[in-house]
């Protein structure tokens, strides 16, 4: 199976730009599908960007333009470059796998504000 852990979030004014990035365990990681999505308070979890195996990637409109997502896959991590961050960009972050079953990780926060 698959571990993901999330870090980089936090506190970030409006216009400024934050990286996350997400470790992933696992022999396979160069061959599977990753992810970021987020989700604010009552709100329902949203995808933000995916990136194949092949590097190809998909964003939501919402972020087209402003987010980068991109994958190491010598060292199995996937990151996600924000930038020109909105304070509707407020939410907790979290990486996915669509591997088998699909794996999440634990979130990390990202706030904007002034």
């Known amino acids: 199976q698959v571990q993901l852990v999330e870090s980089g979030g936090g506190l970030v004014q409006p216009g400024g730009s934050l990286r996350l990035s997400c470790a992933a365990s696992g022999s396979i990681f160069s061959i599977i599908t990753m992810g970021w999505y987020r989700q604010a308070p009552g709100k329902q979890r949203e995808l933000v960007a995916i990136?194949?195996?092949?590097?190809?990637?998909n964003y939501a409109d919402s972020v087209k333009g402003r987010f980068t997502i991109s994958r190491d896959n010598a060292k199995n991590t996937v990151y996600l470059q924000m930038n020109s961050l909105k304070p509707e960009d407020t939410a907790v972050y979290y990486c996915?796998?669509?591997?088998?079953?699909?794996?999440w990780g634990q979130g990390t926060q990202v706030t904007v504000s002034s």
């Open positions: 990136i194949t195996s092949t590097d190809n990637t």
């Open positions: 996915y796998t669509s591997y088998r079953s699909g794996y």
